[in-house]
């Protein structure tokens, strides 16, 4: 059965990404945990959603409450996918958890009309100020892991990911920061403040053709 | 030695076993010559029998089929006793009342394959052209051959389109089949601990059983049962080889160690010192009571010849291209005969053509079987995945048990 999703449990990204996506499309969320987002997108948007998703407890648990879910991982098993296979291939907060993010991006502006990614942003000043003062490795509610068991491996900012997006000619639809308390940023506000004042961002792209 | 006439010896046995090959217990269907089944090997087979074992109940609209596709040495009896050795139903964990293939909810079709020997037409059939059991005349047939030959009895029954075609080991081959062959006829496909092909090491542990039934001397170049006897030591032997590559090392391990069988000391000879000896013996010993050496060969042949992409140019994800099933993967952690990354190749074929597709590996030490098991995440995946499934097909729920 597809329980419905608990909204006081619902994080602001996917209610963000929830709202971007169009009715009735076809989803691929990779890295996809607990199924949360797909639940939601099915909930609320009847999207023919897939995900991928790396720990097998998980992956068994979503394909246990009906997600069409795989056990695999963004940097293996994305080539295998078709051209624009789907409307939207979504990546929430896995980026910094990929071996090699830059072909990560590649594929998923290959294999989805659009792309939606969502990280954790680590020029936010909370992060900056535990690096400035206490010279280690931030741990904070965002990145709770310490650095020797983080699954994070490619952190970035917000400015560090507008360049990526730069550097695979992805087209910025929309760029959504917010802070500590879930708000979304103005839209109105310099990069710099969003980089600063961001704790997650949501980013959707698609593809600028070369020609 | 038994001379006595083909005819002579089928009417004088009182084997169950070779009783049942001609006229099951179960029910079975008979497919004229006028619906001759071409096979793979170009021969032609009619007319031809099979038989079958139904549970649960058809709906109106008759969109609650799940066919139950057994594997090698398995039969119709999926979920009631089988009629030569009187045990339990090979499924019975997953299919009943209750169940994840809940039978209050689902109508479940299980057949006997082409090439068997618990009544569906094989090599210890009849052959209405001689009189005789067919033997090593039989035509060999592939796992295409046995889902085709199923087509007749699906229709039989009056259903378009199954709910589900699900199966394991060989099983899932026959399911991979259906989704290939007879696309727009399966809503949903669950191959589980299975692959696309056949490998080369699989190949070779059938090879050695296949010589150990020929070698036989009883095997009489095939015709045995028309000679009143059985290659009985060479079929055991097949069996406890094939047994070893269904478990693994660790669940052998765990279960016997060296642990000596009723002795206090190595009796320095060649008796079944070892517990794990003893074991291989009673299921070699076991399985001959209730199989056809025959079969054995055709049904391994069958799988060796099993290469879904070679059937589509070579091409895995052209056997799935258009397809709108859904499919369900699911593989064991240790199973070294069919290992997940078997299963991962069908689920990147599955993927290459943007097929709704889920896939679990299951954590288990108990090897291949692991699928006849009582693996609860198994349970609770085939569970999850069918509910969802039947929801969008419109299926009732089960009604409310008590």
């Given at each position: 059965?597809l329980?419905?999703?608990?909204?006081?449990?619902?994080?602001?990204?996917?209610?963000?990404?929830?709202?971007?996506?169009?009715?009735?499309?076809?989803?691929l969320?990779?890295?996809?945990g607990?199924?949360?987002?797909l639940q939601?997108?099915?909930?609320?948007?009847?999207?023919?959603?897939?995900?991928?998703?790396?720990?097998?407890?998980?992956?068994?648990?979503?394909?246990?409450r009906?997600?069409?879910?795989?056990?695999?991982?963004a940097?293996?098993?994305?080539?295998?996918y078709?051209?624009g296979?789907?409307?939207?291939?979504?990546?929430s907060?896995?980026?910094?958890?990929?071996?090699?993010?830059k072909m990560?991006l590649?594929?998923?502006?290959?294999i989805?009309?659009?792309a939606?990614?969502?990280?954790?942003?680590?020029?936010?000043?909370?992060?900056?100020?535990r690096l400035?003062?206490?010279?280690?490795?931030?741990?904070t509610?965002?990145l709770?892991e310490?650095w020797?068991?983080?699954?994070?491996?490619?952190?970035c900012?917000?400015?560090?990911?507008?360049?990526?997006?730069?550097?695979?000619?992805?087209?910025?639809?929309?760029?959504?920061?917010f802070?500590?308390?879930?708000?979304?940023l103005?839209?109105?506000?310099?990069?710099?403040?969003?980089?600063?004042?961001?704790?997650?961002?949501?980013?959707?792209l698609?593809?600028?053709?070369?020609? | 030695?038994?001379?006595?006439?083909?005819r002579d010896?089928?009417?004088?046995?009182?084997?169950?076993?070779?009783?049942?090959?001609?006229?099951?217990?179960?029910?079975?269907?008979?497919?004229?010559a006028?619906h001759?089944l071409?096979?793979?090997?170009?021969?032609?087979?009619?007319?031809?029998?099979?038989?079958?074992?139904?549970?649960g109940?058809?709906n109106?609209?008759k969109?609650?089929?799940i066919?139950?596709?057994?594997?090698?040495?398995m039969?119709?009896?999926?979920?009631?006793p089988?009629?030569?050795?009187?045990?339990?139903g090979?499924?019975?964990?997953?299919v009943?009342?209750?169940?994840?293939?809940?039978?209050d909810?689902?109508?479940?079709?299980?057949?006997?394959?082409?090439?068997?020997c618990?009544?569906?037409?094989g090599?210890?059939?009849i052959?209405?052209?001689?009189?005789?059991?067919?033997?090593i005349?039989f035509?060999?047939i592939?796992?295409?051959?046995m889902?085709?030959?199923?087509?007749?009895?699906?229709?039989?029954?009056g259903?378009?389109?199954?709910?589900?075609?699900?199966?394991?080991?060989?099983?899932?081959?026959?399911v991979?089949?259906?989704?290939?062959?007879?696309?727009e006829?399966?809503?949903?496909a669950v191959?589980?601990?299975?692959?696309?092909?056949h490998s080369?090491?699989?190949i070779?542990?059938?090879?050695?059983?296949?010589?150990?039934?020929?070698?036989d001397?009883n095997?009489?170049?095939?015709?045995?049962?028309?000679r009143g006897?059985?290659?009985r030591?060479?079929?055991?032997?097949?069996?406890?080889?094939?047994?070893i590559?269904?478990?693994?090392?660790?669940?052998?391990?765990?279960k016997?160690?060296?642990?000596?069988?009723?002795?206090?000391?190595?009796?320095?000879s060649?008796?079944?010192?070892f517990?794990?000896?003893s074991?291989?013996?009673h299921?070699?010993?076991?399985f001959v009571?209730r199989?056809d050496?025959?079969?054995?060969l055709y049904?391994?042949?069958?799988?060796?010849?099993?290469?879904?992409?070679?059937?589509?140019?070579?091409?895995?994800?052209?056997?799935?291209?258009?397809?709108k099933?859904?499919?369900?993967?699911?593989?064991?952690?240790?199973?070294w005969?069919?290992?997940?990354?078997?299963?991962?190749?069908?689920?990147?074929?599955?993927?290459?053509?943007?097929a709704?597709v889920?896939?679990?590996?299951?954590?288990?030490?108990k090897g291949?079987?692991?699928?006849?098991l009582?693996?609860?995440?198994?349970?609770?995946?085939i569970?999850?995945?069918?509910?969802?499934?039947?929801?969008?097909?419109g299926?009732?729920?089960?009604?409310?048990r008590?």
């Open positions: 059965m329980a419905p999703a608990t909204p006081q449990t619902t994080r602001v990204d996917h209610l963000l990404i929830a709202e971007m996506v169009a009715a009735g499309s076809r989803v969320d990779v890295g996809c607990d199924g949360a987002l939601l997108l099915a909930d609320t948007k009847n999207v023919d959603g897939r995900g991928i998703e790396v720990a097998r407890e998980r992956v068994n648990a979503c394909v246990a009906g997600l069409s879910v795989i056990q695999g991982d940097d293996r098993d994305l080539v295998d078709p051209d296979a789907f409307d939207y291939a979504i990546l907060l896995t980026i910094q958890a990929t071996r090699q993010p990560v590649e594929q998923l502006l290959r989805g009309r659009s939606i990614v969502s990280f954790p942003n680590f020029g936010h000043w909370q992060v900056r100020s400035a003062f206490t010279g280690r490795m931030p741990v509610e965002n709770p310490a020797f068991v983080s699954p994070n491996a490619h952190l900012t917000i400015k560090d990911f507008a360049d990526l997006c730069r550097v695979v000619n992805a087209r910025v639809e929309r760029a959504v920061a802070n500590a308390w879930g708000q979304q103005g839209t109105w506000l310099p990069l710099t403040v969003h980089n600063l004042m961001g704790e997650k961002a949501v980013f959707m698609t593809r600028q053709w070369a020609h | 030695m038994n001379t006595a006439s083909p010896f089928l009417a004088s046995t009182t084997d169950a076993r070779v009783l049942e090959a001609q006229t099951p217990s179960s029910d079975y269907i008979d497919i004229g006028d001759p071409r096979l793979d090997c170009d021969k032609v087979l009619a007319p031809f029998r099979i038989a079958y074992t139904t549970y109940a058809l109106a609209a969109s609650n089929a066919l139950v596709l057994h594997a090698l040495t039969d119709q009896y999926v979920a009631s089988h009629p030569v050795t009187g045990k339990p090979w499924w019975e964990v997953m009943g009342p209750g169940k994840p293939i809940d039978t909810r689902f109508f479940v079709v299980c057949p006997n394959v082409l090439g068997g618990m009544g569906s037409t090599p210890a059939s052959n209405a052209k001689t009189g005789k059991p067919w033997g005349d035509p060999v592939t796992i295409g051959d889902v085709d030959a199923q087509v007749p009895l699906i229709d039989h029954l259903i378009d389109q199954l709910f589900c075609a699900i199966g394991g080991s060989m099983g899932g081959m026959q991979l089949e259906w989704a290939a062959r007879h696309k006829r399966v809503f949903t191959p589980i601990a299975t692959a696309a092909w080369s090491q699989n070779a542990f059938h090879e050695v059983g296949r010589q150990a039934v020929m070698a001397p095997w009489c170049e095939g015709r045995y049962l028309e006897v059985e290659p030591n060479g079929l055991a032997v097949a069996r406890m080889a094939a047994h590559t269904y478990l693994s090392e660790e669940a052998l391990q765990r016997f160690g060296r642990s000596l069988q009723d002795l206090a000391a190595k009796s320095f060649f008796n079944a010192d517990q794990v000896e074991y291989l013996r299921q070699g010993s076991t009571d199989f050496a025959n079969s054995y049904i391994t042949r069958a799988i060796d010849y099993f290469d879904l992409a070679a059937e589509h140019g070579d091409v895995l994800a052209n056997a799935f291209k258009g397809t099933t859904r499919f369900c993967v699911v593989s064991f952690t240790s199973d005969l069919y290992p997940t990354r078997e299963s991962r190749e069908i689920v990147h074929a599955l993927n290459a053509v943007a709704n889920s896939f679990v590996e299951i954590e288990s030490d291949h079987d692991a699928f006849l009582e693996e609860p995440e198994l349970f609770a995946t569970r999850g995945f069918l509910n969802a499934a039947a929801e969008r097909r299926l009732k729920p089960a009604p409310e008590r």
